[in-house]
């Protein structure tokens, strides 16, 4: 068997969306780097209030506030606020008609207001972050013009007194509030060919993913995971931690399967999906208790994955991950 790759960095791109941000933000150089926060926004945006994206030096630049066009500005004056060590304003306002030609040319009517945040003055930022990919609640950012910044996330909570420059733009508010959803949480229970396709694209999608998993054919696609739990299902549901957004079952072992769903039916999580036929379905909820089937029932998504055509643990892979987007975003059918 050849080796798998190491799994990258957290700050590398192998994970997205919001995730990838605050991880590398958490872990980029302080002195030189800084997070462009989106405060308020008007008319048409790339991004909505709360989106970030970082900046620093070397060309360090991790998510996009719009299509491309505006970060090259936006990085040379986050550059400027990471070496003057003071929060600084922006304004980016496209929604003239000459904007839709001249400039960056980019096309689209709207507003954005930024705060520049030095990393240098966000003190144990670190900690924060990492509390935020595991701990399943919003990260909530006030920001005032008079210099304060308050954190809050469940019961934890900071205040910072930081330099600031003056907005850049007449404010008709002093001061802004915005959430940052915590990254969506994944659990696979067992794992297959679709796996070591699967976990690398959720956790490009911004997904927190844990694999149970102890055979040893397929324990090394945990390599491709936040966290591998060596155990069966039963033991690693009981033992496990926290809640999740979502459960698959991936085991292609009917006993396996069974005892994972078994083990899941008790479980405070909305979406399980099962992979596999209607009919091997069918033949597990034979061989489960009532009580256990009737707690799966309205969780459960049997086939798993979306009709996109296609055949092989690509085509598997691909459709679950579009079903669970759909899913984590609350998109109807």
Do not use: K
Request: charged residues 20%.
């Amino acid at each position: 068997m050849h080796p798998l790759p190491p799994v990258p960095p957290f700050d590398a791109p192998s994970t997205g969306g919001s995730r990838a941000v605050l991880d590398a933000s958490a872990r980029a150089p302080v002195d030189a780097s800084t997070l462009a926060l989106v405060l308020e926004t008007s008319g048409s945006t790339y991004v909505r209030a709360g989106a970030a994206a970082l900046f620093g030096e070397d060309g360090l630049q991790v998510g996009w506030l719009s299509g491309g066009c505006l970060e090259p500005e936006i990085a040379t004056r986050a550059l400027e606020a990471a070496r003057r060590r003071r929060v600084g304003w922006m304004e980016i306002d496209t929604r003239d008609d000459e904007d839709l030609l001249s400039g960056s040319a980019v096309g689209c009517r709207g507003r954005l207001r930024l705060a520049l945040l030095p990393l240098s003055l966000l003190g144990d930022w670190p900690s924060w972050i990492d509390a935020w990919r595991g701990g399943g609640t919003p990260l909530r950012i006030a920001i005032d013009a008079n210099g304060t910044i308050d954190l809050t996330m469940g019961a934890r909570n900071a205040s910072w007194s930081l330099p600031m420059e003056s907005p850049t733009w007449d404010a008709t508010q002093a001061r802004w509030a915005v959430s940052i959803a915590a990254p969506p949480s994944v659990l696979v229970v067992g794992a297959g060919p679709e796996a070591r396709l699967l976990l690398p694209l959720l956790r490009a999608m911004g997904a927190v993913t844990t694999l149970v998993e102890r055979r040893p054919r397929w324990r090394d696609a945990g390599v491709f995971a936040d966290t591998t739990i060596d155990d069966t299902p039963t033991g690693a549901l009981a033992a496990i931690p926290r809640s999740y957004d979502a459960a698959l079952v991936m085991h292609h072992h009917f006993e396996l399967d069974r005892e994972a769903l078994a083990a899941l039916a008790g479980a405070p999580i909305g979406f399980i999906g099962l992979l596999g036929p209607t009919r091997r379905r069918d033949d597990l909820f034979r061989v489960l208790p009532a009580e256990v089937r009737e707690a799966l029932l309205p969780r459960l998504h049997s086939p798993v994955g979306l009709h996109l055509g296609g055949s092989g643990p690509e085509a598997i892979a691909l459709s679950i991950a579009a079903q669970l987007q759909r899913h984590l975003h609350g998109v109807g059918a």
